[in-house]
């Protein structure tokens, strides 16, 4: 498995750390970068991230073997619409999107009768964004999520296990729906939590913010998170999000009814249950 | 400042990692340590963490000059009642509580015809506990709450002042019931939402935990501490925290009405107000 030419879509800290992997295992010839900053390709070039950018999506993808989306999910349409016709015939183009659903579909109308689409979220995120933290290693040992339509070709769906299980990366499949609900609960949901647990503190008192520990920063690192991309994300998973939501105000409401009625026992189940599947989660 | 004997009533992490400051910094001669447990006081004895133990936690503090309280709160008062004939005259008898309110009122009630109760807590705990993790540098750069009230006695507060500045801790004076408003906030509260997350995920579909990211797992580190002093800790600080959970549940419902109506706009606002606000508090 060897990609002659490569495009990067989005030169921030996935599309980077895809790139860095790539050129480190030696599974690509050169790369090619877009992004709407000119200043950050400048950058990512000499860092050697890419050897090559352009400011339109259609000439950077042009002639590519391998074109990966690592844009804001809100673009990727009007984009795919920019590149379809440049593109290489036998091409595989995919993305690292934390939405999948509809979005792999409205890909594939756009992009399938020239080329295959096939969509694949690494889980690999940090509140930190941008090529500076940018790391060859990022995807070792983590999941990516890959997620095939009944159109999806199964030949380039197997191209694409194998190059991220090359970068270390253990490769589960499941439809973009299935997707969607275990990325919103694991992810999405836990993101609105830490937003709104900071907004919470402010609410009640924001001096006391001064005072909180390792614990209350843990809980809150993901609240550092770019603000756009998680209303985007917000907007394009809603209603597993307003059945999570539910799911978990029920839950607080009923902790607070122990609380309020001294039901020290009922209290002390739900933690020791949910201590005894934390812990099973581990430490990293 | 010299405590030429110590008791530490309660040999975990936070009363081994005391201990071991002191020592560090050769403030005490000798510690003596009580617990329930005598495995692990001869295992703390054996790591020269104290010097000597007793299982009667009279015994343990008769003739000390200084004697800390760090076993759970729920057995402070019986404890007390138990050293009280014991202590010398002047000796100092503080605690590291995460929880304070009438806790002091009750400890002064008990302890304030003989010796000098001075409420404490330092802010340096962790999803972890017992003397496998004890630091001797646990609580520097870290805050100090001390709890004065009308009967605080001066002279026995500016001692402690003194000592906890010596162990690199920034000290920080409060109400009781202040205390308990502020710990509630950022630490207590964040405890209850950390557990119920991951019940939350167990109800949705459990399992979906194989596909938690790094994200998930800082959120919900804390998910792994001792229920029963969490249990004990909503006990204790009832009104707090319904408060906080009503003004939290009140948060969530806006931010689900918001998905629920597409306001893209209110909800980035409400992540950018957050994420402000985290930003300041950096990252540790």
Aim: proline fraction near 2%; glycine fraction near 10%.
């Amino acid at each position: 498995m060897f990609f002659k030419r490569v495009t990067v879509l989005g030169v921030g800290l996935i599309g980077a750390s895809f790139a860095l992997a790539l050129k480190k295992r030696g599974l690509c010839g050169t790369i090619t970068g877009f992004g709407r900053r000119a200043s950050n390709l400048v950058k990512a070039k000499e860092r050697g991230i890419i050897d090559s950018f352009d400011l339109d999506p259609g000439t950077a993808s042009a002639g590519s073997d391998l074109v990966i989306f690592s844009l804001p999910a809100s673009s990727f349409a009007e984009t795919a619409k920019r590149i379809v016709g440049s593109l290489k015939e036998g091409a595989i183009v995919t993305d690292v999107g934390s939405m999948k659903g509809g979005l792999v579909y409205e890909m594939e109308e756009v992009l399938s009768h020239r080329v295959s689409f096939v969509g694949a979220h690494p889980i690999a995120g940090s509140e930190k964004s941008g090529i500076e933290t940018a790391d060859a290693c990022l995807f070792e040992g983590q999941k990516c999520i890959i997620t095939p339509t009944e159109k999806t070709d199964r030949t380039a769906m197997d191209v694409l296990v194998s190059l991220w299980q090359s970068l270390g990366a253990e490769v589960v499949t499941m439809s973009p729906e299935e997707h969607d609900k275990v990325l919103g609960a694991v992810s999405h949901f836990p993101h609105i939590i830490a937003y709104e647990m900071v907004n919470a503190i402010e609410e009640i008192d924001g001096s006391y913010l001064r005072y909180c520990g390792r614990g209350f920063r843990d809980s809150t690192r993901i609240a550092s998170s770019s603000p756009e991309l998680w209303r985007d994300i917000c907007m394009f998973n809603r209603e597993n999000l307003i059945h999570f939501l539910n799911v978990f105000i029920g839950r607080l409401e009923k902790v607070k009814a122990y609380i309020a009625k001294s039901d020290a026992d009922s209290i002390e189940l739900e933690f020791r249950n949910a201590k005894t599947l934390r812990d099973r989660l581990g430490q990293d």
